[in-house]
């Protein structure tokens, strides 16, 4: 299940309104128009969250705060993707201080439900401070900085990367749902109001708000209905700053936001995509093809063997059957546009 957005299959069943002007159809259309669904996109992100769980009171505590630092390539249609990202944890505790700890560098290909891992960590601490983590690159895995462990493991039903519910659902059935099918497909009635010059769209179970003049998505909201009591907020995004791209309009800042059903919040995360880097349609780029450094020594628990890197041959070869996967539909879509 998705970390930041609940993906129950009964979520992607629920019929939710969409934003009009007065001539109603050609509203709704309008809007969709700039929700168009892509094969495949890739760009690097940054992703700031908080996790927080039930203290010892009952009451949501902070358990930690992170940064991640990725560049993700998608393919929707099975939800297959390459999603590359360091991981940076903040804790109260030692020994960081307070400051960012760099703990794991990720590399993950997934074929619809079966994922490939691997993660490689550095020898030695490193730590930044939160004006330098939210500048950060990826960090430089070498053999001199990160010798001394990694692993490759298989994860079955893997979960969604987190910044790809940006645009849609997994539901129970491990398909991708976007949501602006999910409004195409909405045969109920819906209302509309206009909240400090702000178009509300919204049904029992959704809300949407939309920019009245650029038709963008600005908010989306899900609620639970419990069989008894009063309905409760479960998740909301929110999205601005849009750029087109191959005649795309892509948010460039989003902000997830999950909710318990007392309304406390069990975790939320921005996400920040670097304009430049978004690639639509497009090829993987050659940066994704991760490898562990010469004399790693390497636990694979998909195989059941350890071993130390010997040369820099890639040893994850799921990358490249996905990147091949990505090449045929790319090539299948251009030959459908002659």
Not at 44 to 64: I, L, S
Not at 262 to 279: C, H, L, M, N, Y
Request: hydrophobic share 35%.
């Amino acid at each position: 299940m998705n970390t930041l957005l609940k993906t129950a299959a009964s979520i992607c069943c629920i019929v939710f309104g969409v934003f009009a002007h007065a001539s109603g159809v050609g509203g709704m259309q309008a809007a969709l128009q700039k929700m168009i669904p892509f094969e495949s996109i890739s760009f690097k992100y940054r992703q700031k969250g908080v996790v927080n769980a039930p203290g010892k009171d009952g009451k949501m505590e902070q358990q930690f705060d992170y940064v991640k630092v990725g560049h993700i390539s998608f393919i929707p249609k099975n939800i297959s993707y390459l999603n590359r990202y360091d991981m940076y944890i903040r804790r109260s505790a030692e020994p960081a201080e307070g400051k960012y700890a760099l703990t794991t560098g990720y590399s993950e290909s997934a074929l619809g439900g079966s994922s490939r891992v691997m993660a490689r960590h550095p020898n030695d601490l490193v730590v930044l401070e939160d004006g330098a983590v939210s500048k950060a690159d990826f960090y430089g895995f070498t053999s001199a900085n990160s010798i001394s462990n990694g692993k490759i493991y298989n994860w079955a039903d893997a979960a969604m990367p987190d910044v790809c519910s940006i645009w849609g659902l997994c539901d129970g059935s491990r398909r991708f749902v976007w949501y602006a099918d999910m409004i195409r497909d909405s045969g109920a009635d819906f209302s509309v109001m206009e909240i400090d010059g702000v178009s509300l769209v919204s049904s029992p179970e959704k809300e949407a708000f939309f920019d009245p003049k650029t038709l963008f998505l600005t908010k989306y909201r899900i609620y639970e209905i419990p069989e008894e009591g009063e309905k409760t907020l479960s998740s909301g995004i929110e999205y601005s700053d849009y750029v087109v791209v191959s005649g795309y309009h892509v948010p460039t800042s989003v902000k997830i936001t999950n909710y318990s059903e007392r309304g406390e919040v069990t975790g939320a995360a921005e996400f920040s995509i670097d304009p430049g880097s978004i690639k639509i349609n497009d090829e993987i780029e050659d940066g994704m093809k991760v490898a562990f450094p010469i004399g790693c020594v390497v636990v694979d628990q998909a195989s059941g063997t350890e071993y130390t890197v010997t040369n820099a041959t890639n040893v994850d070869k799921k990358e490249n059957i996905i990147e091949g996967i990505l090449d045929g539909i790319l090539e299948n879509s251009d030959a459908a546009k002659k």
